[in-house]
């Protein structure tokens, strides 16, 4: 049984790695998506979304880093693959379910699901210009706007060389509106002969649970669950051994934030740091109550003085703010 954490492009970037790994249950997780269009890429366009290249293609916590892909020439996609192989990739992984409109109008992501024998070119030419050793993945969702395709497209993937497939289970419309059709992770699975991981809809616990039963497979890919709550693979790996599952209380919670506050202060500008914070507080209010009453202070906020106090970091004095303006209400 295997638990990755799922590449969710401006969001898990290597700050939200380290600190999601960190907090346990995660098996590997995967890089923001590389887009590959007509180019050998330099390192650095590697190297900016997968830092960890430098470090064994591991987050600070140990867990394995995979690279991946996007695009839709075969050839291209395969230089890019080796070469990013000596950067120290220690597997490649194809994006193929990116719903994202701007993406897929590039012919990018979910909307390759229209041509399986392009998928199939796409990985056995990857396959073939990587290092037999290095194994080649995908990701994929059921289908464009159609879960007819899903088998097809899926076959394509394995008989291309796949050693492994990620299914979202929605189509490209569907986005990420529920419910996720498990069931067509089940059918497959049973069409494959590779190991195949459930993606979509695993919010808590008792969502693994439920995927499992329908889907038949204990290996999941999560998303938004984990990053909205840090501890649900660590549950899910608990739960699955048989011990008791502890989840994590807000104090750890917010800990983890302030932390995470303090790697993107280090990493952005002052102009950027204030809203990866909130993008990630705002996906916590899902699960921490205590969340919301953060993130109604900080929401507006733009001033990173002003966050370091919110967030217990300097006392309100030393930022040099007049009151008068209202700021000690929204502090209240």
Known sequence: MQIALAPMEGLVDDILRE????????????????????????????????????????????????????GSDPACLADNAAFACTLGAPVIDLNFGCPAKT????????????????????????????????PVTAKMRLGYDSPNAALACAEALADGGAAQLVV?????????????????????????????????????????????SVSGQASVMLGRGLVSRPDLARQIAAATRGEAVQPLAWPAILELLRRFWLLARRKLAPRYAPGRLKQWLGMLTRSYPEAELLFAQIRRESSCALIDVLLGFAPLDAVGIDLDQGVESRLA
């Open 19 to 70: 600190l999601l790994t960190e907090v346990g249950g995660v098996d590997w997780c995967v890089s923001e998506f590389i887009r590959v269009c007509d180019r050998l890429l330099p390192a650095n366009a590697f190297t900016k979304l997968a830092p960890e290249l430098a470090r064994g293609s591991r987050t600070a916590a140990g867990t394995p880093l995979r690279l991946q892909l996007l």
């Open 103 to 134: 993406v897929n109008k590039s012919r990018g992501g979910a909307v390759l699901l229209k041509e399986p024998e392009l998928l199939n070119r796409i990985v056995e030419s990857v396959r073939q210009a990587v290092p037999a050793h290095i």
């Open 168 to 212: 979202h289970a929605r189509t490209k419309v569907e986005g990420y509106k529920p419910p996720a059709h498990w069931e067509w992770v089940a059918r497959v699975a049973e069409r494959v002969q590779v190991p195949v991981l459930a993606n979509g809809e695993i919010w808590t616990l008792e969502d693994y649970q439920r995927c499992r």
